[in-house]
Structures are given as C-alpha cells and as structure tokens.
C-alpha cells in the first residue's frame, strides 16, 4: 500500500454503507462521503464551520453530521467490497491545512484503485497545476466553495473579518481556473441559504455561476453549538424553496434571473414562467431534492430526519410533490412573497 495518510474522516451514514459501523439508516447516502484527517482544526475560519480554526465545536462534526475518522485501509477495503452495488460515487471534502495537499493526492491515487465509482473533490483553493494532477489522478468533478452569495457576505463569514485566509476574488479565480481544465458542467461550488442575503442576490450569483459553467450546490444555513454563528437563524423554509425553484430552472435553461420579478423585499414573486407551466416543470419534485454532483444526496446534512427537509435525500411521494408545488404556487401568485 502506498504511503497515504492513516486516519480519514467518513460521514457516519457512510461508514454504515461501508461496514464501518452499525446503524439504521432512514435514508442512506448514494455517494461515499469522506474527508481529509488532520490533528489540529482546519486554518480557515469560517464563521460557520465546526472545523473552523477558532470553533470549540467537535471536530468530528461537519454541519450536523458526524465525522469520525477510521483506518484508511479500512475504509478502503468498504470501498471495494461494497462496490458499485449502493454508491454512485466517492466524495472526499478537504480541509486545510500544511500539507493538505500532499495527503490529498495519496488518498486520491489508493482510492482510484479501490473503486471504479466517479470522484469528486472539494478543495480550497490551489493553482492550475494541482487542478491538472487532481485529474490525472481521477477526479471527476472538483468543488471550490463559495458558501456565501456576495463579496461583503464572503468577507463577513470566511475572509478577513474572520481572519480567514480566503478572498471572494481568490474563490472566483479558482473556480474559472477547475472550468478551463475540468470543463464546463464539471465544477461545483456551494451556496449556504440564510447567512443574510437576498433572493434577489442568491439567484443573481446563481445565474452569474451558471453563465460560466459553474454548477450551484444550495445548502440551508445550519447553526452548530460551539461556532461563531451558533446563535444565528436558519433560514425561512419559504424562501429557501424560492431559491431551491429558481436554482432548478436556471440550471435547465428554463428561465434567467433577468426574466424573474423580485417584490420590494427581494422576494421572488415571479419566476418568468407561467403558472401552468411552472407546475409541469415541478411535477416530477427534482427541484426539492439535493442538488450537487450526480449521485450526491447528503442526508440530513441541513435538518433533522424528522424534518422539515430543505434537501429531499431521496425521490419524493407524489403526495409530498403535491405539497411543495402547491405552496410554492401559493407563495408566487398572490400580492409578494414571505
């Protein structure tokens, strides 16, 4: 075995997947869920992050799920027994560190040759030379997260009033860097709903990233004892189903945002496709689902299984279609949105 590191960090649903633990999963996790180990706590700080370097938060914890680390070898021998009979893919979050890197890519190689499955990878940012290594050595799809959907929000939650290391600009940079060696539709970036932006400027990025090639995953804002945002809200279910709905229609090319209408509180009030049709193009209920790499569900990584789900893990019932639709058209056609 090559000289990869000896601990990684696996979700608890899919270390169950893999054998790795005993548990009831209510809905089990379609991609393989894995992340960098380091001693210490990652050097960003983002205001959200039980990682983050100045959190008193669990560093077995990312958002709510939790992240023990096993023997990598262990892990390994999961991913080639279980095969391609439960997972559709392996994901490996990396969190930063000296040397981040380096482990990164011994990893990459040992598990290219234990599963055939399509890799992703989310990584801070790093030049074009390593996006070109990355792939060589498998990666499918590579993730630069933004999190936040303006400069000044960025800033706020994992820039310099944090005393964070990175910069909008910088995230920017390295996002158009992975599209010019992976390719259009093939880079991924995060948007965390409710950190305090607008619907207005969420969609606005949405399309912006889209434009460009950049496929938008959306996450729910999600407070975790022991961070600095541990006190701050979730988001309105409300707004983040506006989001969910114009996210899914962009990503079609069934609507821009320059064709939504926004009311005086920046609410989407209209997503420029009329009613009739807006329910057709909801009627299968993809839009209330996990959005991401294909494959990628992360059950329960924003809510509790009893709910309510920001992120449906799994394809919905028709009577929970019937639900969501029927709130949304309740919620867009009527004087502004709340």
């Known amino acids: 075995m090559r000289d990869v ?18 548990r009831w999963l209510s809905a089990e996790p379609s991609t393989a869920y894995l992340m960098t180990y380091t001693e210490g706590r990652c050097t960003a700080n983002c ?11 669990s560093r077995d914890l ?6 023990p680390p096993y023997k990598t070898e262990e892990v390994l021998k999961g991913l080639r027994k279980t095969g391609s009979k439960r997972l559709r893919r392996v994901c490996l979050q990396v969190i930063n560190y000296p040397g981040f890197l380096d482990d990164v890519m011994e990893l990459l190689g040992a598990i290219r040759e234990a599963t055939t499955h399509p890799i992703s990878l989310d990584t801070p940012p790093i030049g074009v030379k390593a996006l070109r290594k990355l792939q060589e050595l498998g990666v499918e799809r590579v993730c630069i997260p933004l999190d936040a959907a303006t400069p000044k929000l960025f800033e706020d939650v994992k820039g310099g009033a944090v005393g964070g290391p990175y910069t909008w600009r910088g995230q920017m940079k390295t996002l158009e860097r992975a599209i010019k060696v992976f390719g259009e539709g093939r ?6 709903i409710g950190l305090g932006e607008t619907e207005r400027e969420a969609v606005r990025l949405i399309q912006k990233l889209h434009d460009k090639g950049v496929t938008t995953a959306l996450f729910a804002f999600t407070p975790i004892p022991g961070t600095r945002l541990e006190r701050h809200p979730p988001p309105p279910l409300g707004v983040y189903r506006r989001i969910q709905v114009a996210r ?16 005086e509180r920046s609410e989407i009030i209209d ?13 299968n209920g993809e839009a209330f689902q996990t ?17 309510p789900l920001y992120n ?25 949105a709340s």
Request: charged share 30%.
């Open 271 to 283: 997503f420029g496709v009329k009613p009739e049709r807006l329910k057709e193009l909801l009627s």
């Open 187 to 192: 880079v991924t970036t995060h948007l965390i």
């Open 312 to 336: 449906y893990p799994r394809p919905l019932r028709r009577d929970e279609i019937d639900k969501e639709v029927g709130a949304i058209l309740r919620m867009i056609w009527r004087d502004g």
């Open 5 to 22: 590191p000896e601990l990684v960090r696996v979700s608890i649903g899919t270390a169950a997947i893999l054998g790795l633990e005993e």
């Open 248 to 263: 899914h229609l962009i990503a079609r090319g069934l609507t821009r945002f320059e064709e939504m209408a926004f009311n």
């Open 62 to 67: 990312l958002s709510r799920v939790l992240w």
């Open 291 to 307: 959005s991401g790499c294909p494959g990628c569900n992360r059950p329960y990584y924003n809510e509790r299984p009893r709910g």
């Open 47 to 57: 205001a959200f992050c039980p990682q983050a370097r100045d959190s008193t938060a």
